[in-house]
Nanobody
């Protein structure tokens, strides 16, 4: 059974850090790109970051310099390190996987999705 499971969300104060994990089961992430998306209340879902099968990262402008995406294929897991968190980062965060065949990952439709993990940044 193909599955992505996010973990690591929670409540953190502004300026704090969290590390999200996206663990895959039922398939190997070796050939997949992984994206992190978020959905805040009253807003559309947005892509936050992705990492290609070769490890090339992408970040949306609002998180550049604060978030770091990296993968550990030996653990079949991708991580999103979130630093200097702001209230506007509050959202449900989802990871998703798509087979990486090259080209522009921003144009891909992701195949597998996790159930999401809540991140709340508040004092």
């Amino acid at each position: 059974q193909v599955q992505l499971v996010e973990s690591g969300g929670g409540l953190v104060q502004p300026g704090g850090s969290l590390r999200l994990s996206c663990a895959a089961s039922g398939f190997s992430l070796d050939y997949y790109a992984i994206g992190w998306f978020r959905k805040a209340a009253g807003k559309e879902r947005e892509g936050v970051s992705h990492i290609s099968r070769s490890g090339s990262p992408y970040y949306v402008d609002s998180v550049k310099g604060r978030f770091i995406i990296f993968r550990d294929n030996t653990k079949n897991t991708v991580y999103l390190q979130m630093n200097s968190l702001k209230s506007e980062d509050t959202a449900v965060y989802y990871c998703a996987a798509v087979e990486d065949l090259g080209g522009d990952l921003l144009k891909y439709d992701y195949s597998y999705w996790g159930q999401g993990t809540q991140v709340t940044v508040s004092s």
